[in-house]
């Protein structure tokens, strides 16, 4: 009946990504593969990241894609990034770990597999990197965290 879960895959990434990107780049790790069972079925998708944006990078942007194709963003309005979710960091001068993440109910319609993403880049017109899983020092010490970021996607039927 509909509502049922059918299946899950979930994949968790425990090491760490940077890029100075000002494109959208994949985020290595953060990418899962589902073959829905019928062309009815929902498609549930969970994104949880923990990311930090060095001094000069301010605005973080990421987005969900379902095999290369973008998939809820934002409209388009001039200049501005279309993305599914993001953070920036001009309160704090880019010197906080955040967690933050994402969840989408998408209709693929079709019965081949699927491969959902997450990609992630920084301001345009920045300086700057952004991390995943770590800060921008990533000093050897015991005050210094590593983060796990999963991605779960869930096939419910119709």
């Known amino acids: 009946g509909g509502g049922k ?20 780049v994949d985020i290595t790790g953060v990418t899962v593969n589902i073959t829905p069972a019928a062309t009815s079925s929902k498609i ?3 994104v ?3 990311a930090f944006g060095s001094v000069a990078t301010y605005a973080h942007f990421f ?28 309160g704090d ?3 906080a ?14 019965t081949s597999q699927v491969t959902y993403k997450l990609q992630g ?19 050897d010490f015991d005050s210094t965290g590593r983060y796990p970021s999963t991605i779960t996607v869930m096939e419910v039927a119709s």
């Open 121 to 139: 880049k920084r301001a345009h017109s920045s300086a700057g990197t952004f991390y995943i899983g770590r800060n921008d020092e990533d000093a």
């Open 97 to 110: 770990i955040i967690q933050c993440g994402f969840h989408h109910l998408d209709s693929p319609s079709t």
């Open 48 to 50: 949880d990241i923990v």
């Open 44 to 46: 549930l998708i969970w």
């Open 5 to 24: 879960i059918l299946q899950v895959v979930s994949v968790t990434k425990t090491d760490t990504f940077s890029s100075a990107s000002d494109s959208f």
């Open 63 to 90: 987005q969900l894609v379902r095999d290369s194709t973008a998939i809820a963003i934002g409209d388009s309005a001039g200049d501005r990034s279309q993305t599914t979710f993001g953070f920036d960091t001009y």
């Open 93 to 95: 001068g880019g010197g």
